[in-house]
């Protein structure tokens, strides 16, 4: 299985492979259609991702979305701020510093993701000038303990995500989302929290923030629905490995049907393929 297009060119003639699109990139960055050597089946993170990914190379993808198992932390207290992971301009941390500035009464944290140095840094570094309600928190392993602190989660990304990891921890911890609808953020959402359109003002922002928290009851209600929203069916990780394997599976039966395979050994699902491929069986990972 791979996830560089650039590799697929450089495999050996007739391996069958599987590739996993994570993200829109390859619109950007990647060819105009897919160098293929021998079968060639696919992955993607999101519906989103698998409707891209037909428009450009007329291929259909299996969705598998990205499997999220963080448990709530322990009891921190009570959390207080509205959180943006990763404060970089991608990520939307222009909207969320004039959210801020907007709300001067409401807490918010700006959690490290992508190291935050050189252009980054000093981006975050201006747009905080006279913003005194917004804390920097340093890079760390514990995103649950940051999950904690948080009342809300803003994901107001300027670019088209595939998925929305950070949306389904949040939900896992009782943290509502209010997200750009962009890419694949709305399907990470769900039920769990609120979109917002790509025409939306940072008012539309401040507003949705604003009306969230000071109403206990819809809260408490959206807060309920996160959580149920990250334990739905086709979050399930179990669910996401049946959905890999099957893919890595009928990509050696379609290898197998090749007529040049005709009277050479069948291959085991778990076993190195003749012309060098092989399959990584997600049970074994369990």
Known sequence: MVDDLNVLAS?????????????????????????????????ACSR????????????????????VQLEPAPDAGSPRFVTLINPVQQKGVDVALEVARLLPERQFLFQESWPLSGDRARHLSG????????????????VARVYARS??????????????????????????????DRGGLSEAVGDGG???STEASAQDWAHAVES???????????????RENARRPDFDPERI????????????????????????????????????GTVSG????R
């Open 11 to 43: 495999l050996p003639e007739g391996v069958p492979t599987v590739i996993s699109f994570v993200d829109v990139e390859f619109l950007r960055n990647g060819p105009e259609r897919l160098p293929r050597r021998g079968p060639v089946r696919a992955l």
């Open 48 to 67: 989103f991702v698998a409707r891209r990914v037909r428009e450009q190379f007329g291929i259909e993808c299996r969705v598998a979305y990205p499997i």
């Open 127 to 142: 747009g905080l000038k006279g913003v005194a309600n917004v804390e920097v928190g340093s890079w760390t392993p514990d």
């Open 151 to 180: 009342r809300l989660l803003l994901a107001p990304s300027q670019w088209y995500e595939g998925f929305g990891r950070v949306v389904v921890e949040a939900q896992r911890c009782g943290v509502p989302v209010i997200a750009m």
């Open 194 to 196: 609120v979109l917002l």
């Open 212 to 226: 969230l928290l000071s109403d206990e009851d819809r809260y408490r209600a959206l807060s309920a629905r996160a």
């Open 241 to 276: 490995m049946d959905e890999v394997e099957a893919e890595l599976v009928a990509a050696l039966g379609e290898d197998e049907a090749r007529p040049e395979r005709a009277g050479r050994p069948a291959t085991a699902p778990d076993a190195a393929d003749q012309d060098g």
């Open 282 to 285: 997600p049970r074994a990972a």
